[in-house]
């Protein structure tokens, strides 16, 4: 006896509808989209408890033909598309015919369209797949579907929704990503009488961001617009300041189609990368335009993913220009108190960061950075200048450094030796008694090490230090390759806004550099700011380690569990392609027999053994993370910390060198190294200005 039957139409609707209508939202976005392809320029939305007891959707598109409005109901019934050709040309945002008989099968729907303006239409009615329904009726020209009682009949589905705010959530995130993606068009969302989202419609995709996440949210994005032979982006990105605490503030659009793809954010996110914090996500809003061809829409239900023809070309253009854009910011937050709520009412003050978007002159690129033809260019001012203005005193100067200091040493930032501070903050040091060591601190590899090779008087056994006498000199401009994988054009880096100069006015808590100029108050984070200068120093390092490493007079032990010894076993390749030979020593031992000279002195077993665990915890490692991983965890440690008073001219180099770094804004970790305070800021907090 057959067993295999062939389900009648009522169920295979229901069925359908549980691919196509998830919940209320799925509705919503299935009848905007008609409406969007029906070249509608204003579009309300209307819900009611969540959209289960009530979704209207009225638009003034060109509407639905009287003879068609019964078609429109029936499975796979479509305008859009007519033969397979077409499904590699779409460009309207509906094409499969499935979303008005799925949401008919579980809801009561009613619907009155006119394709003109004589004031005549036609009105159907369909309640769970049965029409009820269908006449002439008066209508304005464009098209008003409402979808009442939805899952009224299929009450197991019914019962796994989730509370009215959860799919009011939904449906406003659909509706603010159509609006986002079409800006031409006036959109309008009300739920229970209130007004949740009302765009213009005049294609200012501006506007469009200011009403969903606020104007002082718009103030801080940054216009992007790129194209190339395949490729067209447009859109706003954010600066590194407003971040969100998950990617639902990324929005990325695919010729009007608003989709997720797990490859595009990950290429924004490395646009991003060392200017965000962990664990947190920038605000981009993205339009993508194409050939219909390059994109494959038809790869997922409800048409939210979609697959592309030139993948890696797409991520790579991506990522690039966006890069690009936020390499000609200057990303220094400016902290601004703002009064909320009632004239007066002093009821709250909420800080909020401005960023300055003036592009400022970029630093000449025809000489390495605080170098001229003939030598060390002179700082700017006291303190950090022009990128390149940075003191670039040979390798040995003693002008290069504090008098009886040497760079890398614990007591040039407080670590070994005693203190006193003068008025402004900052330690003065005493004179160090001849022959007395200034190595032997945690805080070693101060700055940057110097570029020099080991001297040959030094130990082949012994772990390197940082040669003694002057700190390094600036680093030096970016070789081509290193360009083409930094921003993304083979020979080209881009124009990079200048770092103010600033004057050096004293050391909060041992933590924080005060410094000033015509333009207001700067605060600095010198744990942060060493980092970034040692991370631009070791990431060039590192792109070479081999050439650095020696021989260790006693080799460090790294011990691990069994499990972890098997798998670092068969990965320690990587570890020598970082200058770190590792071996195994047996059971769950591993040795360090070299490692890179210029390894921070007393914390290399720290540095590798957070390689080790690096490399173990990742499934596919390739040499660009393991650089840029290496070089993050070497930064670290080399840096000195909050709680270390500097002296003057310490802080001075520091600041200087901070102005000669690519990014001198965040840190590696994306955390800002500089904030300021405009002088019309500080007048208001004085009440100076009204």
Known sequence: MAKITILDEHIANQIAAGEVVERPASVVKELVENAVDAGATKIEV??????????????????????????????????????????FQIRSLGFRGEALPSISAVAKVRLVSSSDDTGLGRVVAIEGGTLKENEETAAPQGTDITVKELFYNTPARLKYMKTIQTELGHISDVMYR?????????????????????????????????????????????????????????????????????????????????????????????????????????????????????????????????????????????????????????????????????????????????????????????????????????????????????????????????????????????????????????????????????GAGPAAGAYAPSAQPPRQSQAPGQPGRAPQGGYAAAPQPVPPAAQEALYGAPGTAPELPAFPELSLIGQHHGTYLIAQNENGLYLIDQHAAHERVNYEYYYEKFGNPADASQELLLPITLEFTPGESEK????????????????????????????????????????????????????????????????????????????????????????QRLGACKQPYTCPHGRPIVISFSNYDLEKLFKRVM
């Open 568 to 655: 670092l076993k068969e990965r320690l390749s990587w570890f020598e392609r970082a200058g770190v030979i590792l071996e195994h020593f047996g059971g769950g031992t591993f040795r360090v027999v070299s490692c890179p000279y210029w390894f921070p002195q007393g914390d290399e077993a720290a540095v590798i053994q957070e390689m080790a665990e690096w490399v173990l915890s990742e499934r596919a490692i390739d040499l660009a993370k393991l650089r840029e991983k290496s070089s993050i965890l070497v930064s670290c440690k080399a840096s000195i910390k909050a709680n270390q008073k500097l002296t003057k001219e310490e802080a001075d180099t520091l600041l």
């Open 178 to 438: 159509q609006a986002l993606a079409h800006p031409e068009i006036a959109f309008s969302l009300k739920h229970n009488g209130n007004s949740l989202l009302q765009s213009q419609g005049g294609g200012d995709l501006l506007q469009v961001i200011a009403s969903i996440y606020g104007i002082n949210t718009s103030k801080g994005m940054i216009p992007i617009s790129a194209e190339n032979l395949d490729y067209k982006i447009s859109g706003y990105i954010g600066l590194p300041e407003m971040t969100r605490s998950n990617r639902g503030g990324m929005s990325t659009m695919v010729n009007g189609r608003f989709i997720r793809n797990q490859g595009l954010q990950q290429a924004i996110l490395r646009a991003y990368h060392t200017l965000l914090p962990i664990n947190r996500y920038p605000l981009v809003v993205l339009s993508l335009d194409m050939h219909p061809s390059l994109v494959d829409v038809n790869v997922h239900p409800a048409k939210l993913e979609v697959r592309f023809s030139k993948e890696t070309e797409l991520n790579a253009f991506v990522e690039a220009s966006l890069r690009s854009v936020l390499s000609e910011q200057v990303l220094i937050p400016q902290v601004v108190k703002q009064q909320l709520g009632k004239s007066g009412s002093g009821s709250l003050i909420q800080e909020q960061f401005h960023f300055p978007a003036a592009r400022l002159e970029a630093a000449p690129a025809s000489a390495a950075p605080g170098m001229s033809a003939s030598g060390p260019a002179a700082p700017a001012s006291a303190s950090g200048g022009r990128p390149g203005a940075a003191p670039a005193a040979a390798p040995g100067s003693a002008a290069s450094a504090p008098s009886g200091a040497a760079p890398g040493s614990a007591s040039a930032y407080g670590g070994a030796s005693a203190a006193r501070t003068d008025g402004s903050g900052f330690a003065l040091r005493e004179q160090a008694a001849p022959g007395a060591a200034y």
């Open 46 to 87: 209307l819900v009611e408890e969540g959209g289960l007891e009530l979704i209207r959707v009225t638009d003034n598109g060109s509407g639905i033909e009287p003879e068609d409005c019964e078609t429109a109901f029936y499975r796979h019934a479509t305008s859009k598309i007519v033969s397979g050709r077409d499904l």
